[in-house]
């Protein structure tokens, strides 16, 4: 069975840093591009990261130079560094494969960002 469970948001100042952790159970996680989403209340799901299996990284235009996107698959495992952080950066954060049709979705992590 497919798992995929986020952690590690919480509320940060403008110009604070979190770590974000995905941990993926039962997927052939080594195989797959993997991608950090957010969503904001009554907006769509973005893409903000993706990282291959060869680890070759990608970022959305709005946090590219602050967020950085890793793996361990070892693990199974998928993080999102996030620093310099905006109050636009305000979100749920899930992970997910970057590949159609998208695994399950997990609960997601908040991530508020406010003085």
């Known amino acids: 069975q497919v798992q995929l469970v986020e952690s590690g948001g919480g509320l940060v100042q403008p110009g604070g840093a979190l770590r974000l952790s995905c941990a993926a159970s039962?997927?052939?996680?080594?195989?797959?591009?993997m991608g950090w989403y957010r969503q904001a209340p009554g907006k769509q799901r973005e893409l903000v990261a993706t990282?291959?299996?060869?680890?070759?990284?990608d970022y959305a235009d709005s946090v590219k130079g602050r967020f950085t996107i890793s793996r361990d698959n070892a693990n199974k495992m998928v993080y999102l560094q996030m620093n310099s952080l905006k109050p636009e950066d305000t979100a749920v954060y899930y992970c997910?494969?970057?590949?159609?049709?998208?695994?399950?979705w997990g609960q997601g992590t908040q991530v508020t960002v406010s003085s």
């Open positions: 997910n494969r970057d590949l159609r049709p998208a695994l399950p």
């Open positions: 990282i291959t299996r060869t680890r070759n990284t």
């Open positions: 039962g997927i052939s996680f080594s195989m797959y591009t």
